[in-house]
Each structure stands twice: as structure tokens, then as C-alpha cells.
């Protein structure tokens, strides 16, 4: 299938800052040798993105159940909360003997677990592509108000962690204990989770387990790049001379009725 991702490309004079320099090279290289930048969900900028809403947990029983399912790094950190513990079995039989002595309540526990699910939502990685080149918001959010490129990608319909973006009217709310169930999807499923105010972007994901770090995606490749309605001339220079001839170069005009469309 067809996807688009939209990107802000200046020419070296015109970056300013040595990171945008910096940016810009990755950027293009990403292109060139076919790699993807799969951002931490902090770095997106819905701040509701990956984050669902937590119900309490019923009884200590469903938080055993919740401390069954931690990792050994997860134990580890609940384990720092009570010294002289450390393993699972530890762990549920000092919580147990808190909360049956009134030590320390259910909200209070949520409280910690809650804060595990956030740490693995926030270190997983997000690709995001756009079914459409021709979304004048995109263009201005994320393609420097229509100064920068967009570039058409194949990507096969089987990829792994491929999936497209559904946009609700409400946040969704989890189970602590769905959350870390793995048999149930739910966690993974927050990441192709938004607001329906979203829907605009007709987007696509791809999701990897650790973020901020480029990946290859097997069968990948790029199709065209297009330029924005403003990109300079200097721009274009710069990106064909970084990429060379291997792909096409397309012109994006203004249309119609407020539309953005390639030039013939």
C-alpha cells in the first residue's frame, strides 16, 4: 500500500540551529537508505497520545494478578518501594501484609502499577504515515508550512505492527490488569488509539517495542518525493543533490475549492 509521511526540509544556510542541521541529515539519509524514525509517544504532539485512562483495581486479588504479569525490571522497581524485597513471591507477600494491616491501601498500589504501564507506553517507538499527500493541515503542520517535502512510501499490507488509526469520541479506559495482560492487546491497541479530532490525518502506524531509534521495514521502499507549494528553489537543489536520481520529483499547486494537488 501507498503511505506518506510529511517532513520539514530546509537548505544548510537557511537551518539555523546545528541540531536542525543535524535533523535535516537524518532526515534525508532516513530517506536515502530506507530507515524510519520511530518516535517515543512524548515526542508526538497530541498530548493525549498513548495515554489511556486507568480503572482502579477491584480487590488485592486482581492486583496480584497485575504483579504476576511484571517483568524482572518492573519487579525491580516495585521492590525499591519496599526494602528487604526482592523477588515476585516477596513482593505480593509484603503488599499483601501492608494492605491487610491497612499499610497501605489499593488506591496506593494503583498508584505504582499505574506508573509501570506509563514507563513501557513511553518507551515503545511510533511510526506515523498518512493515507493522503494533499492535507493542507499536514502540509502546514509537520511539512514547515508547505516549505518541506512529503514522501510516498510502499509499504506491504502484512509488515508487522502495521495498522491503521482509530479515532473515538472518548479516551479509552483500561483495567490495570489488561494493561499488562499481553494475551489481551489492549495496551498495544492505545497506540493506534486518538481523538476523534484527529481524523483529518487518515493515519497509519507502525509500532516497535523500543522508540527514539531508526529501523528498517522489510519490503519497504520510497516511491516519489513531493515538494511543498513553498519550498524554495534552493530546497529542491539541496534534496536532489542529498538523494540523488533515485526517485521521482513531483510539484504539489494550489486547487480548486482550497485543494493542494500535483502538478501535471
Keep these: 500500500m501507498q503511505l506518506f509521511k510529511y517532513m520539514p526540509i530546509v537548505t544548510p544556510s537557511n537551518a539555523g540551529s546545528t541540531k536542525a542541521k543535524i535533523d535535516n541529515k537524518m532526515r534525508l539519509a532516513s530517506i536515502a537508505n530506507n530507515n524510519f524514525w520511530f518516535a517515543k509517544p512524548e515526542n508526538l504532539n ?16 486482581e492486583t ?11 519487579i525491580d522497581y516495585l521492590a525499591t518501594q519496599l526494602p528487604g524485597t526482592k523477588t515476585k513471591s ?9 494492605y491487610d494491616n491497612g499499610s497501605i491501601s489499593i ?12 514507563v513501557r507506553m513511553s518507551n515503545m517507538g511510533v511510526l506515523s504515515l498518512s493515507e493522503t499527500n494533499s492535507n493542507c493541515l499536514m502540509w502546514t503542520h509537520y511539512a514547515k508550512n508547505h516549505s518541506g517535502i512529503c514522501v510516498e512510501y510502499y509499504i506491504p499490507e502484512n509488515t508487522r505492527g502495521l495498522d491503521k488509526v482509530r479515532y473515538r469520541q472518548r479516551q479509552p479506559v483500561l483495567s490495570i490488569n489488561q494493561a499488562f495482560s499481553e494475551k489481551s492487546g489492549k495496551l498495544l491497541e492505545m497506540l493506534y488509539t486518538k481523538s476523534i479530532h484527529w481524523k483529518y490525518e487518515k493515519e497509519w502506524r507502525i509500532a516497535r517495542l523500543e522508540g527514539n531509534k531508526l529501523y528498517s521495514v522489510m519490503n519497504a521502499r520510497t516511491l516519489n518525493i513531493y515538494f511543498g507549494i513553498n519550498v524554495s528553489s534552493a530546497t529542491k537543489k539541496f534534496v536532489k543533490r542529498e538523494l540523488g536520481n533515485n526517485f521521482n520529483y513531483i510539484e504539489m499547486r494550489l486547487d480548486r475549492n482550497f485543494g493542494i494537488k500535483e502538478k501535471n
Design 107 to 118: 488506591p496506593l498500589l494503583h498508584s505504582f502499577t499505574k506508573r509501570l504501564v506509563q
Design 64 to 74: 496480584e494478578k497485575i504483579i504476576q504479569e511484571l517483568s524482572s525490571d518492573e
Design 90 to 98: 516477596d513482593v505480593i507477600k509484603r503488599y499483601k501484609l501492608l
Design 46 to 61: 497530541d498530548p493525549f497520545d498513548c495515554k489511556p485512562e486507568f480503572r482502579e483495581p477491584k480487590g488485592f486479588r
